[in-house]
């Protein structure tokens, strides 16, 4: 049986991702450069930056909420979904900049 935490975080790093790739791409919209010089390319294909941000991320959560059976390994996914969610808290305030 799934460990319910698990699935919690598996699910909360998908809905974050959404969100950040959801974010981003409202901020290019509105004049926004994407900061990280390793997405910098993919951000001008919204195709591919979907897939990467997106279909990645359910992967990966898929994979998590299906693999992750140890405390060090829950720790590390915990770890992710608070940074992914700092990340949207920064989208948010660089939105509201830009509107």
């Known amino acids: 049986m799934?460990?319910?935490r698990?699935?919690?975080?598996?699910f909360a790093l998908f809905v974050l991702s959404f969100a950040d790739w959801a974010f981003t791409s409202v901020a290019l919209d509105l004049g926004a450069v994407?900061?990280?010089?390793?997405?910098?390319?993919?951000?001008t294909s919204p195709g591919q930056f979907y897939l990467l941000k997106v279909v990645?991320?359910?992967a990966v959560s898929l994979a998590a909420a299906l693999i992750i059976r140890?405390?060090?390994?829950?720790t590390v996914l915990s770890s992710v979904v608070f940074m992914y969610?700092?990340?949207i808290l920064w989208n948010?305030?660089?939105?509201?900049?830009?509107?």
Do not use: Q
Not at 34 to 43: F, K
């Open 2 to 4: 799934l460990d319910r």
């Open 6 to 10: 698990v699935l919690f975080f598996a």
């Open 34 to 43: 994407e900061a990280n010089p390793l997405m910098r390319d993919i951000v």
């Open 56 to 58: 990645l991320a359910g």
């Open 70 to 74: 140890s405390k060090p390994a829950f």
């Open 85 to 87: 969610a700092i990340l």
């Open 92 to 99: 948010v305030t660089t939105l509201h900049r830009l509107i």
